[in-house]
């Protein structure tokens, strides 16, 4: 499950996670845009759940300093021994540099270079390196991890990729659809035994189409339109259906744009209807390859009406096995 929860303070997750943990959930994975940082919640996961895998989807690897997003990361898998997974990506432009105010330049390199720094680092060993992107001088974690966090890449075409298969525990995808996981899968060639697959999963459990298809429009024009995953979902074919957008958003016609959204993309990308109908999608993706599906809630007006008692309601059912588990 994709944590924490929009309109719930963060004081209150604790009694829901451990309710996740109940129903049959077994992980908890965060983001990191402009809500809550993707550490914090997880703190209080380790403390709340004595089980549950904890991961970042992603922290980004501009936002910190080498030396402090690996302090960060040893830091949790101390708190959660062996729970920990830590995932990285290179973020946006937007969150970057306009958020952040750190330049967003070369950010193939900056994730080979901070995925090599990381993985010295939370080994315990000193690291006085010139990377191509960065520099570090005599940098040595004073409480390293007994057993260092292993490390996933988001990763969105080849080149990002076949890095995560070369060097990384595993890969993170996001905003593809279940029939575009093989491609991906290809683009990964030869990985370890073991190598981790997640992807994060858009879901918006309601009867209502017209509210999930508005609130997906309103979505796929804030990310799709971003230039990396523009060129994402140049490279999976979809660029017939978003040419309208781009061009809408491009000539600054928001409006357009959300109208030019296809109802085809939009059922692709998030998927909606009842709970049991959510999970026997979400198991497409299962079955395609992935091995971490990471649920990504959406507001539904169901959740907005009934607050926390219809999200824990919610959380049971999409626990509840499938009619395509118990086939």
Wanted: hydrophobic content about 50%; proline content about 9%.
């Amino acid at each position: 499950m994709t944590v924490p929860f929009t309109g719930i303070p963060l004081a209150d997750h604790g009694r829901l996670y451990a309710l996740l943990h109940d129903a049959g959930f077994t992980d908890l994975w965060t983001s990191e845009v402009a809500g809550t940082d993707a550490f914090t919640p997880l703190t209080i996961g380790a403390i709340a759940t004595p089980r549950m895998r904890l991961g970042t989807a992603v922290a980004p690897v501009f936002t910190r300093g080498p030396g402090l997003l690996a302090m960060t990361a040893a830091a949790l898998a101390e708190t959660a021994p062996d729970r920990f997974v830590l995932g990285i990506g290179a973020s946006s432009p937007v969150v970057v540099g306009d958020w952040n105010a750190v330049p967003f330049t070369e950010p193939f390199k900056r994730s080979r270079d901070m995925l090599r720094f990381l993985r010295s680092a939370l080994a315990g060993e000193t690291v006085d390196r010139e990377f191509d992107t960065f520099a570090v001088r005599r940098f040595r974690l004073e409480r390293p991890p007994a057993s260092p966090p292993p490390i996933l890449l988001a990763a969105l075409r080849p080149a990002m990729l076949r890095l995560a298969a070369a060097e990384a525990d595993g890969t993170i995808l996001n905003w593809l659809a279940a029939t575009d996981v093989p491609k991906a899968l290809d683009a990964l060639g030869d990985r370890p035994a073991g190598f981790d697959i997640a992807a994060r999963i858009f879901v918006c459990p309601t009867d209502d189409a017209d509210h999930a298809r508005a609130l997906g429009r309103r979505m796929i024009t804030s990310y799709l339109t971003v230039p990396a995953y523009a060129e994402f979902h140049r490279w999976l074919g979809n660029a017939d259906l978003l040419d309208p957008v781009w061009s809408a958003w491009a000539a600054g016609d928001r409006r357009g744009a959300l109208a030019a959204v296809p109802d085809e993309l939009v059922d692709r990308l998030v998927i909606h209807g009842t709970p049991h109908q959510c999970k026997e999608q979400i198991m497409a993706y299962v079955e395609a390859g992935v091995t971490t599906p990471m649920m990504a809630p959406l507001p539904t007006p169901e959740l907005t009406a009934g607050g926390v008692d219809a999200l824990i309601a919610l959380i049971g059912e999409l626990a509840a096995p499938s009619s395509v588990e118990r086939g």
